[in-house]
């Protein structure tokens, strides 16, 4: 039931949801970036379809496979023995083991997040656990967080993980192919949720004792994405998502707000090119910051905050899986205003992007032989 009151928060609200229903979103013509800028450095191989990963304090890397396993890099050389301590994870389709976090008081803690499918037969979906890490292993692993309801589909599982500055926990999960449930507020698909560390929901949650719905979505009309970084700057929660056949879009998380799939998208159906929904805008919905026709396919995104690049400070690098290529968005003044695109078909499928504590670029190619890759500045800019 809506509250028949006006408040300062719901005049926000209003106006924030009227200016992105007006205004279109950007796309702005990309330019090929000059590859001899970076050095390539192969820190691993050897990974089976790796997903996400973590850089822990002591300098080690810890790359999650998406059959199952997690693994760990000490001084550049992938350990042969997968990290202990994984709960059953069900690898079909799209799932299996995906994205991983630390808790923002890992050094005291030793707590690492991951997000991973789970089930069997006509049951499966997207579970968050935590557990201790002690090196070697995972111990005192909980389940935190899962999709309900659970369906049969191997696909759209989002799963991306984020901590804000508030320790507040973020999770994508996307439709499961199945395009009404991300407009429905009882079912998690096609939801970005908001979560404390301990997995219970917040009081100050959008829909919070609202009926049915499920009280730990934060945002909704999703369709699949796949990453999500907070903004150092804003401290505001970024995604990207997946479109259909174009449509992949960028999108700023706000309370509450619904982003529309599969009611307006800059896709069109798979196939037959006819359109998805009412079109590109509906009052009420959030147009995204930046989207891409055609389809890159993005995995993996990272603001770039070190001190290798300082051209680049504070702009976007995502991977694309389809072109395999990385892209760079310059950003001034939360804007995009120009896209560069890198190794276009030249490192593989790239699935995951992250700035190291050390300042460079590593990426992750998606591969039953996958790598970790180091980018370097080769030349000053």
Known sequence: MIKKRFSWGFLCSLLLIFSNACFGAQKLQSVQGDDSLFKVVKIADGLQHPWGMVFLPDGDILVTERPGRLR?????????????????????????????????????????????????????????????????????????????????????????????NNHFLYITLGD?????RAQDLNDHAGAVVR???????????????????????????????????????????????????????INIIHKGQNYGWPVITYGVNYFTGTAVGEGTHKTGMIQPLYYWVPSIAPSGMTFYSGDKFPDW???????????????????QDGKVVREERFFT?????????????????????????????????????
């Open 72 to 164: 760990i890099i000490k001084n550049g050389i992938l350990h042969p023995t997968p990290i202990a301590g994984l709960p059953k994870i069900t690898a079909r389709g799209q799932g299996g083991l995906l994205d991983i976090a630390l808790h923002p008081d890992y050094k005291t803690n030793k707590l690492i997040y991951f997000s991973y499918v789970a089930g069997h037969r006509n049951d499966i979906g997207t579970e968050v656990a935590r557990a201790r890490f002690d090196g070697q292993r995972l111990y005192d692993l909980q389940v935190i967080f899962r999709l309900a309801p659970k369906t049969s589909t191997t696909r759209h599982f989002g799963g991306r993980l984020v901590f804000d």
């Open 176 to 180: 499961r192919g199945d395009r009404p």
């Open 195 to 249: 979560l404390h560390d301990d997995g219970t929901v917040p009081a100050d949650n959008p829909f919070i004792n609202q009926g049915k719905h499920q009280f730990q979505i934060y945002s909704f009309g999703h369709r699949n994405p796949q990453g999500m970084v907070l903004n150092p700057q804003t401290n505001a929660v970024w995604i990207h998502e997946h479109g259909p056949q174009g449509g992949d879009e």
């Open 313 to 331: 400070n504070g702009d976007l690098f995502i991977g694309s899986l389809k072109f395999q290529l990385l892209v760079h968005l310059q950003l």
């Open 345 to 381: 078909g030249k490192l593989g499928r790239i699935r995951d992007v992250r700035t190291g504590p050390d300042g460079y670029l590593y990426l992750l190619t998606d591969a039953g032989n996958g790598s970790l890759i180091r980018l370097e500045p080769r030349k000053s800019r």
